[in-house]
């Protein structure tokens, strides 16, 4: 049993071990993502957690198969349902993304194309994967912009992505990662641009999906807050690893490492009223560059002579993953 998972037997439906997706630069080996493991159950939703440049949307595309020529993804195993990404053709890859596994990008434009009408890519990105007729494509195309709450979907469907709106584009670049029902969805902050009400309205839509037909889901973001109250579990991540793992509600009640804690201190509560918001100090190290030891000792109010020595990710309380020599330690 690893870190950040809690998956075990034939619920398992995505396992990765010692995930490494390194970019080689004129100026050195960027080690965006360095030795992540990551197990998922079937209909499990994954709160993956950090600062920008931590490394999780990497992780995301490393997963989808999509970082570009510069990077280089290793693992000792990654392997969704039944398939090893690891080996997949290109051919392979290309079948299993929009049908089994979906992406929904933080901007929509990555997934709509501006010279086509929305009716065309979303009827085309059915039948890519599902041999039924234009009509009953269609229809499934208005079931699924209803479900994202997106008004008069028979217009939308007629309109090209620059007659609307970015939240609009928004919803529909998820509608279309929903289109085939996919047995993974991997969200990158995908609801940032949506106003509350949206935002809210679509992480129940995506909670009920996932409860309802065993889609599991990965939800990348930054907002500890809004993912507490959506995901199972959280695995937080800092310079291209995971420092923490736990249920959420394990996670929220006890944080174990500082950089957690330092997460969790920053949110606005009616207890903080009146009072200085906590701020982590300094900034996240280059993955050029990082530090000896502690990737983030030079920030942390724990930090001692031991941290010069790479703490390993180790259980600190029953399902409750850690990297830090001076865990569950208070300010």
Request: charged share 20%.
């Amino acid at each position: 049993m690893t870190a950040a998972n809690g998956a075990a037997g034939a619920d398992l439906l995505l396992d990765i071990q010692g995930l490494r997706t390194w970019f080689h630069t004129r100026d050195g080996v960027v080690k965006a993502v360095d030795g992540v493991s990551l197990q998922l159950r079937r209909g499990e939703i994954l709160g993956l957690v950090g600062e920008s440049g931590s490394g999780k949307s990497v992780t995301g595309f490393s997963i989808m198969g999509l970082v570009g020529e510069r990077g280089r993804v290793q693992a000792d195993r990654m392997v969704f349902d039944g398939h090893d990404l690891l080996s997949a053709s290109a051919e392979q890859m290309r079948r299993l993304r929009g049908d089994r596994l979906a992406m929904i990008f933080q901007d929509p434009m990555m997934t709509l194309n501006p010279t086509l009408r929305i009716d065309t890519q979303m009827i085309e990105a059915v039948q890519a994967h599902d041999t039924v007729s234009g009509k009953a494509a269609r229809a499934r195309c208005l079931d699924v912009l209803r479900m994202v709450g997106i008004p008069a979907p028979e217009a939308r469907l007629k309109a090209y992505p620059h007659h609307l709106s970015g939240g609009m584009r928004q919803r529909i670049a998820i509608a279309i990662a929903l289109l085939n029902a996919p047995r993974l969805i991997i969200a990158d902050e995908p609801t940032t641009a949506l106003d509350v009400t949206i935002q809210g309205q679509i992480l129940y839509e995506v909670q009920k999906l996932c409860r309802e037909t065993g889609t599991a889901l990965i939800w990348i973001t930054h907002d500890l807050a809004l993912v507490s109250g959506l995901a199972d579990r959280m695995a937080v991540m800092y310079a291209g690893r995971i420092v923490e793992s736990a249920d959420t509600a394990a996670l929220i009640r006890h944080p174990q490492h500082p950089y957690t804690h330092g997460l969790m201190a920053s949110i606005p509560s009616l207890g903080t009223r009146g009072q200085p918001l906590f701020q982590i100090p300094g900034s996240t190290p280059s993955l050029l560059n990082l530090p000896e030891g502690c990737a983030f000792r030079s920030r942390c109010y724990r930090a001692d002579a031991q941290c010069e020595q790479a703490p390993q990710l180790a259980e600190v309380a029953p399902g409750q993953w850690a990297s830090c020599w001076h865990h569950g330690v208070q300010p």
